[in-house]
Nanobody
């Protein structure tokens, strides 16, 4: 299973970015699809996830600014990020939890998001 992320970059405070993560390989079906981030010197933290039934959950720090969505046919998850702040600067990682035995999970390679003027 491979996860390929795209959409990171440099943006000014208040700006927007859209991240994408496409899954490929031998996947029976996908349960959760989500995003985590890791800022320099900090631990990786949860950002948002979307379940197979469409229910979503967000970290308090991004609630109301970020929107997660998924396209099941394309096995792709998106993260629309608006009103970006310097504290959103981090490497963003995609995570997929499949419905295989033991619910195996997979991580993307990460994409850098930098919010700076």
């Amino acid at each position: 299973v491979q996860l390929v992320e795209s959409g990171g970059g440099l943006v000014q405070p208040g700006g927007s970015l859209r991240l994408s993560c496409a899954a490929s390989g031998s996947i029976v079906s996908i349960n959760f699809m989500g995003w985590y981030r890791q800022a320099p010197g900090k631990e990786r933290e949860f950002v948002a996830h979307v379940r197979s039934d469409g229910r979503v959950k967000y970290a308090d720090s991004v609630q109301g600014r970020f929107t997660i969505s998924r396209d099941n046919a394309k096995k792709t998850v998106y993260l629309e990020m608006n009103s970006l702040k310097p504290e959103d600067t981090a490497v963003y990682y995609c995570k997929v939890v499949t419905n295989g035995v033991g619910y195996p999970s997979y991580w993307g390679q990460g994409t850098q998001v930098t919010v700076s003027s």
